[in-house]
């Protein structure tokens, strides 16, 4: 059958077949993800205006949009172009051209059915939501959802109108709001996605019988619908700027109170809702929140190209973890969750059993079904003999921060270790050449630095001594990246990077705190200036005991007499004893009232100025290689006002 003429197009193919469905594949060029470019967004329009003419012919019943990557369908816009795209004077008329390209694949005269696998994001979802119906795979890679806020912006290609039509105003705007990736099922519950099947190779089979079915999705019940009418709306206007404030303060992130601006003014009608996205996107595209923001992601970008990679990329099946306290069990724990067989040893099984039992509660939170559960519970084994330390690939310490105990163990394990296997160490401050020195081959031993919580923060200090060379930390950022942590490569230094920064900050709030000032206010002012929690607060979080073993490393002395050192003393840790500055139950600080204070983000930028001074101390030292590393190893490691840029953005700016 000859195929209809269609213009030359870089980012998309088409066919017809024989019952006369068009079949319009996204393929980006030299890309593993799909990505809509402006140029794409281009060819996209004229695919249709060609489409239309055959619809119109008789030539093709419908049309399918589906993904040539394995990847997924379309992770979104293209994020390269967003520095251009910023310009005032270039963005209406883009986001004009793109509201028209996809009103015309919603106004087709035939059925247009997304085909829908791996990742829909952004302007992918968007393209997806202007089809009359969306079929999706099932399974574990389908991820839909809105990541812009993270970008500092929201939907601008019309997806915040048509996801309200789709999903109904609640959940539309939380998924919106949150930017969080939704699972298949949970996508078809919500409206977004109108069929599941159970695999890839079923989705061209189902696409083609809603083509030839005419199907076509129906807007959200009106059970939901009407929570955007009249008073409703804003009763649920005011939870969500209430919600929306405890997570993100307008002044640093003004994309998710604009989202709420516009569904304030056109929730009840999403076509005037969508009308209305290009007024609040385009300042928020030009915002400096939005530019620190794209600079934060592609400095994330940039971490997942370090490690091994081709013929040289290698493949961790076993970890044993020795030290089954707060860090090592939640290290092992994190490792089994990312489908890693793992043995997890200590001195004996009264000591281990807590280990697994936060384990399993972590299983439950992140994992979808009891069989996914148990297979994590079954891959993360208890080990007080030390018998996995043969077979494992990567060998993780993560005891107490003791010289010669960290010493004494890897002398053990050199012995009993392949040949191949990384040995590292988790240690938070000690330089490595001292914990290698009594090894047989001291370059074998490299810094896997984790950070408490495990599960959520997600950087990993790979470390390097004098004895290692490229490959050895190479090999470390590999791992790093296979259980889906960021490696940020750092020379073996007292403190490395986060905790070097992190101790001058920590310590002059607790020495502020020993003269008598508010705990509570200062650690409200530290969050108005934008960090995720103050820094009294995040001592008693990381754990006095560990704050004091970095203190000493670093040189910096804690008085006897101190209300730390009596902590200390009394073993009241902070939040992993329940009590430290704070006291803390369910895992939450319980906080008094905060005193009054004229200028909360002044104070917070006072008591974050160590924090920069020192991160500019350890760039000129040369601890991490340029000033970009520092800024998103900070942000991942402390949380660092992301809508700053990092520290070193942040001083250069003048805003810190």
């Known amino acids: 059958m000859p195929q209809p003429q269609m213009p030359a197009m870089t980012n998309w193919r088409f066919e017809v077949d024989l019952e006369g469905i068009g079949w319009l594949t996204i393929d980006t060029p030299k890309s593993p993800v799909n990505t809509l470019s402006r140029i794409a967004i281009s060819e996209l329009e004229t695919a249709l205006l060609r489409v239309e003419d055959l619809i119109a012919s008789g030539e093709v019943v419908g049309l399918v949009i589906q993904s040539g990557k394995d990847s997924g369908f379309i992770a979104g816009a293209d994020v390269t172009e967003f520095d251009q795209m910023s310009d005032p004077n270039i963005l209406p008329e883009a986001l004009k051209r793109a509201h028209a390209v996809m009103d015309r694949l919603e106004n087709l005269k035939a059925p247009a059915i997304a085909a829908i696998h791996g990742f829909c994001l952004g302007g992918g979802l968007e393209l997806a939501l202007a089809c009359h119906y969306r079929v999706a795979v099932n399974d574990d890679k389908t991820r ?7 970008l500092g912006i929201f939907p601008g290609f019309g997806g915040t109108g048509r996801s309200i039509r789709q999903a109904g105003p609640v959940d539309a705007m ?5 930017g969080r990736m939704i699972r298949a099922g949970a996508a078809r519950g919500m409206g977004l996605v109108d069929k599941l099947v159970r695999h890839r190779d079923i989705l061209h089979w189902e696409a083609r019988k809603a083509v030839l079915q005419k199907r076509k999705s129906g807007p959200a019940p009106l059970i939901q619908r009407i929570m955007a009418w009249g008073p409703i709306r804003g009763q649920i206007v005011a939870r969500m700027r209430t919600e929306t404030s405890k997570k993100a ?3 640093h992130y003004p994309a998710p109170h604009a989202l709420i601006d516009l569904f304030e003014q056109h929730g009840d009608d999403w076509r005037a809702m969508v009308d209305g996205e290009a007024a609040g996107f385009v300042p928020l595209m030009a915002s400096d929140t939005a530019r620190n923001l794209r600079r934060v992601f592609f400095l994330s970008e940039s971490l ?12 961790f099946a076993r970890v044993h973890v020795i030290g089954a306290g707060v860090m090592g069990g939640d290290i092992a724990a994190w490792c089994a969750l990312r489908g890693l067989g793992v043995t997890l040893q200590d001195l004996d099984m009264e000591r281990i059993s807590p280990a697994l039992m936060r384990a399993k509660s972590l299983f439950k939170k992140r994992l979808k079904g009891r069989t996914a559960v148990n297979s994590a519970v079954a891959r993360l084994e208890a080990d007080p003999a ?5 077979r494992a690939d990567v060998i993780i310490e993560a005891v107490v921060e003791n010289l010669e105990i960290k010493k004494k163990i ?3 394990v050199e012995n009993k270790a392949k040949a191949d296997a990384i040995l590292a160490t988790n240690t938070s401050s000690i330089e490595l050449e001292r914990i290698a020195e009594g090894l047989r081959d001291p370059s074998r031993l490299i810094g896997l630095h984790f950070f408490n919580p495990v599960a959520q923060l997600p950087l990993v200090e790979v470390i390097r001594s004098g004895f290692n060379v490229e490959r050895d930390v190479a090999m470390g950022a590999s791992f790093a990246l296979a259980i889906g942590k960021s490696p940020v490569l750092v020379k073996s230094a007292p403190g490395f990077l986060v905790n070097r920064v992190l101790m001058p900050y920590m310590l002059g709030a607790v020495e502020r705190v020993e003269k008598g000032e508010s705990k509570e206010l200062l650690d409200a002012a530290a969050v108005a200036f934008g960090m995720p929690m103050g820094p009294i607060e995040l001592m008693d979080t990381v754990g006095l005991d560990v704050g004091a073993s970095v203190a000493h490393e670093l040189g910096q002395s804690l008085p006897d007499n101190s209300r730390f050192a009596t902590l200390v003393a009394a073993k009241k840790l902070g939040r992993k004893t329940g009590e430290g500055f704070y006291k803390w139950v369910d895992g939450k600080a319980q906080k008094g009232e905060v005193p009054a204070h004229g200028d909360l983000a002044a104070l917070g930028r006072e008591l974050v100025k160590p924090l920069v001074d020192t991160t500019e101390i350890v760039v000129g030292e040369g601890v991490v290689a340029s000033a970009d590393l520092a800024d998103i190893g900070v942000i991942l490691g402390t949380g660092f006002a992301p809508f700053l840029g990092g520290p070193m953005q942040a001083r250069k700016e003048g805003k810190a």
Request: charged share 35%; hydrophobic share 35%.
């Open 144 to 150: 839909l959802g809105f990541p812009e806020v993270n």
């Open 174 to 178: 939380q998924a919106m709001l949150t």
């Open 249 to 251: 303060r307008k002044e």
């Open 304 to 315: 997942k190209k370090q490690g091994l990679r081709g013929k040289e990329k290698p493949v």
């Open 410 to 412: 890897f002398a053990d």
């Open 386 to 390: 030390g018998k996995g330390i043969a």
